[in-house]
């Protein structure tokens, strides 16, 4: 099955990932302008009202591009919705989102088929991002379009299954657009992600350290400075594992050491984390930034993972 029509404008096959806190509308337009999709959490928007506002300006300041560049548009944009029933917010952003028209609905944490179907009412299509093969069943059979697989080693809420695995098992029974998410940073692993049947990368970590990403300087930093190594992989923050900066566990005053060996149910979680909140002060981040060695815009790191990406596919085809 061919990939929509919608992603004929990339420049190489990549969507940036929706972070928390991180993206905003400068990292989206400056994604979108180098030619890969940009998007962002509904909920990074606040108050919610706020989120009107960024689709405002991101859908305005890409028609300007391409105003001014017919011969390379901008890339379409995305919004990550959580469907988790915790979201009380969830039936306000759908209406606003419709209203944009978002080309891209990107579905997180549950599948609800009415989410599918306000996105399908304008003629957008729905990525759900899973972990496992019941996960991405559950939102196929509920009416979303593509799967965004999120493989073990990826930022954030992460999954424990081998890329490969996830991949092949998915490819097998579905022939719709696939994502692969998880240690993707150089147009190397871009390639290695389609070779094994997917349709598209996700990247999130290695755009982190840009100029237009909604972090601190020392966050930025940190992922330049920082390797596989220095990833640890816990639920202890938000209650569902994820991925996360070593040493920003350490300088919020825990030791990373004793929380990898951490039991549970003997732990006051309150006392634990010292009043450090995940994604703020715990930063999360994949295992892919050893790639990642210094801070610079958008513009350049896609421009170097389409170079590497290119590179590559001479290489292998030569």
Request: aromatic share 6%; hydrophobic share 45%; charged share 20%.
């Amino acid at each position: 099955m061919a990939l929509p029509k919608l992603f004929d404008s990339l420049s190489v096959p990549v969507v940036g990932a929706p972070m928390f806190i991180v993206s905003t509308p400068d990292l989206v337009i400056a994604q979108c302008k180098a030619g890969i999709v940009g998007s962002f959490p509904a909920l990074n928007a606040r108050p919610a009202s706020q989120l009107d506002e960024w689709l405002a300006q991101i859908k305005e300041e890409l028609a300007a591009h391409d105003a001014k560049h017919p011969d390379r548009p901008a890339a379409p944009f995305a919004v990550n919705q959580i469907v988790h029933r915790s979201n009380a917010r969830l039936e306000e952003d759908i209406a606003t989102c419709v209203k944009h028209q978002v080309p891209i609905t990107i579905t997180s944490l549950g599948a609800r088929p009415e989410v599918y179907e306000a996105a399908h009412s304008y003629g957008g299509i729905v990525l759900h991002d899973v972990i496992n093969q019941t996960f991405a069943h559950k939102a196929i059979d509920k009416g979303a379009d593509g799967l965004i697989l999120v493989a073990a080693g990826a930022g954030g809420h992460a999954g424990t299954t081998s890329p490969f695995a996830l991949v092949q098992e998915t490819r097998a029974w579905f022939d719709g657009p696939i994502l692969l998410s998880g240690c993707i940073a150089t147009g190397g692993a871009v390639v290695a992600a389609l070779a094994m049947g997917a349709d598209l990368a996700y990247i999130g970590s290695a755009f982190i350290a840009t100029e237009e990403a909604n972090a601190v300087s020392d966050y930025k930093q940190m992922i330049v400075d920082s390797a596989a190594d220095d990833i640890v992989y816990s639920d202890v923050f938000s209650g569902v594992h994820g991925n996360y900066l070593k040493p920003s566990i350490a300088r919020a005053g825990i030791n990373p050491d004793e929380l990898l060996n951490a039991e549970k149910t003997k732990m006051d979680f309150g006392a634990f984390t010292s009043g450090s909140k995940a994604w703020k002060d715990i930063w999360g981040c994949g295992q892919g930034i050893g790639a990642v060695d210094k801070v610079s815009t958008v513009e350049e790191r896609v421009a170097k993972i389409r170079e590497e990406y290119e590179s590559t596919r001479r290489r292998l085809t030569a």
